[in-house]
Every structure is written in structure tokens, then in C-alpha cells.
């Protein structure tokens, strides 16, 4: 058996999903941040906890955000977004040359570069006093034709979603297939 090194208290559980948050702020300026404390939780809802930003400051005045996945092809630019602040280069958007179109559904930008987008209405915001836990209602998931199958499904290995490493500070790509859900375990059976 193979002997285990203990950490203690310090948490890391992987993969933690690169999530590009767009928001409008009140002059209808598009803003995008880098997170990875989030995910879906359920068929309809995603949760992230965001520290005090712009961007936390948008989602509640539009009561709407986007949700981008980083992928492998816009590595620089996502990880710039999580670099400089909305509140001090207004136009990171552009200055990352990404380029957005407003969401049909929601009042937040669709990055287009990004291939696969969630829209979401925000359901609630728990402040914390240093930013706080954003919950959203998915009402629409967007993907580019590029990245679907022949029969018109979101595949992943084409997107190549990033993770963030959080132990050694890198990010990382996610797509083979090693294995099929709901069907693999059935050898066991």
C-alpha cells in the first residue's frame, strides 16, 4: 500500500473549472473575471464565491452574469482577466482583443471567443462583507458550432476546458475520454 503525506486544513479539490464571470456595469461597459471557486449545483443552477469586485458589484445592480469556460486557446487572456481589475482598466475586454455580443436572455455580454457560455439570472447574493456566494438560474447554454459533434452535442475535447491547478499554480487542460458514465461500473455488477 502506498504510504499518504498529510496537509492538514489546507483544501484542494480538483478540477476546479477556469469560469470567465461577464457582467455590464451601470454605464453598459462590459467587465470579465477570472474565478474558480464555483460550479453547477443541480440541472438549473450554478453557485461561485467571488471576493469583493466590480464584478460582484455588477451582478447585483443587473441581477444577471455570464459564465464563460476558459479554454486551452485563450490561456493569456483569461488568466489577464483575473490579473488587472475592472475598476482600473474599464476596457479589459478589449485590451485582451476578446470582443462581446449581449446575451439574448440576460442583461451581461457573451464573450465570443470563449465557446461555451452559460447565462444565468442571478437568484441571490450572500455578501460576507468581502464579497460573498453569487447563485445563478441558468436560462440559457450557448456553444459554438465548432464545438459540437455530428449530432449536434457539446463536445468537451473540442472546447478543451481549462482547470486551475490550485497546488502548483498552473492551469491545466481537461478533455480525454477514459471512460463512459453510466455504463463502465456495470463490469462490476
Avoid at 46 to 71: E, G, M, P, Y
Wanted: aromatic share 8%; glycine share 10%; proline share 4%.
Amino acid at each position: 500500500m502506498e504510504k499518504r503525506k498529510n496537509f492538514g486544513a489546507k483544501g484542494v479539490i480538483t478540477p476546479l473549472p477556469v469560469l470567465i464571470i461577464g457582467t455590464y456595469d451601470e454605464n453598459g461597459n462590459p467587465d470579465a473575471m477570472n474565478a474558480a471557486w464555483g460550479g453547477q449545483i443541480g440541472p438549473k443552477h450554478i453557485r461561485i464565491v467571488l471576493s469583493k469586485h466590480k464584478t460582484t458589484d455588477n451582478i447585483v445592480l443587473k441581477k444577471a452574469f455570464t459564465v464563460a469556460f476558459a479554454d486551452a486557446k485563450h490561456v493569456v487572456e483569461s488568466d489577464y482577466f483575473g490579473l488587472v481589475s475592472g475598476n482600473n482598466v474599464p476596457d479589459k475586454i478589449e485590451k485582451a482583443g476578446m470582443h462581446v455580443v449581449k446575451s439574448e436572455f440576460v442583461d451581461a455580454p457573451v464573450i465570443v471567443e470563449y465557446p461555451l457560455t452559460i447565462e444565468c439570472k442571478l437568484l441571490s447574493f450572500e455578501d460576507d462583507g468581502n464579497g460573498g456566494a453569487v447563485t445563478g438560474e441558468i436560462v440559457n447554454l450557448s456553444a459554438a458550432e465548432s464545438v459540437l459533434d455530428e449530432n449536434g452535442q457539446i463536445d468537451l475535447g473540442k472546447v478543451a476546458p481549462i482547470m486551475y491547478d490550485s497546488t502548483l499554480h498552473y492551469y491545466r487542460v481537461v478533455g480525454d475520454i477514459v471512460g463512459k458514465a453510466f455504463s463502465d461500473g456495470n463490469a462490476l455488477k
